[in-house]
């Protein structure tokens, strides 16, 4: 869940803000979501509907490379390529496919969502997990992601929201405008926490947002709210082409 930002002149949400926190992003995110995060990735593989047979996937803001590790478990014959413009998060994404013995079924490359360097219709799906919120622009990213994936493809995006319905709602604005910058304070020293609770509550609305991805060329298949709504998956179709489903 990228998610912090240092002081200075760094821009929130950039490769350098990644940089500064990379050391520490995995194990506060696990303690900071109560390891719901997993729980969610796994819908997200679910949602590409990947065919059984080889496949190419991209993972755009990677990070440290947990949904891309997550869907080549998922699916032995894939090939996934993370992308992220943070070189720290990527080398810790290096050393953990290494870990698991992927290195020949996952690529990680230093890259921007914006301009995104492959080939139109190389891959049979794209994957975003709390990454969106970061990009500058969007719109322009979600375009590309679009772009390189192959009609039929599903690009599927995870991300956090504030839930602003609901009995649950009230409990889960807390923990995010409270619990999450004190924690996030307290276990690493970051005031920088607060960019958190910025970003969420700046982010457009599913209903909004899903017409972005619309507008990027997708169809829309399915907004489906998470965890009484703190975090949102949107699963868009290229349009065109054969099914791709498992």
């Given amino acids: 869940m990228n998610e912090l930002v240092p002081t200075g002149e760094v821009r929130p949400g950039s490769g350098a803000m990644f940089d500064a926190i990379a050391h520490r992003y995995d194990r506060l995110n696990r303690i900071l979501s109560m390891g719901i995060d997993k729980r969610w990735r796994r819908k997200t593989v679910a949602a590409l509907r990947l065919p059984d047979g080889p496949s190419r ?6 990070g440290t490379g947990d949904l891309a590790l997550d869907i080549a478990r998922r699916h032995p014959a894939a090939h996934v390529v993370g992308v992220d413009p943070s070189v720290k998060m990527l080398a810790r994404g290096v050393a953990k496919v290494a870990a698991r013995g992927l290195d020949d079924r996952i690529t ?14 190389s891959f049979d ?18 375009a590309e992601m679009a772009r390189v994936v192959r009609p039929g493809g599903r690009v599927c995006v995870l991300e956090l929201s504030e839930p602003r319905r609901g009995i649950m709602a009230p409990l889960a604005r807390f923990h995010v405008h409270v619990v999450v910058p004190r924690i ?10 607060r960019y958190l609770q910025k970003s969420i509550a700046a982010f457009p609305p599913p209903d909004e947002f899903a017409a972005m991805m619309a507008a990027a060329g997708l169809e829309i298949e399915a ?21 791709v489903a498992s």
């Fill in 223 to 243: 907004v489906r709210a998470l965890t009484f709504g703190v975090c949102h998956l949107y699963v868009g179709r290229v349009p065109g082409g054969d099914e």
């Fill in 184 to 193: 996030g304070a307290l276990l690493s020293g970051a005031r920088e926490y």
């Fill in 125 to 142: 799906g794209a994957t975003i997990a709390f990454g969106i919120r970061n990009v500058p622009d969007r719109a322009r990213g979600l």
């Fill in 57 to 62: 996937v991209l993972d755009v803001a990677t």
């Fill in 108 to 121: 990680l490359d230093e890259g921007d969502a914006q301009a995104l360097t492959y080939p139109d219709a």
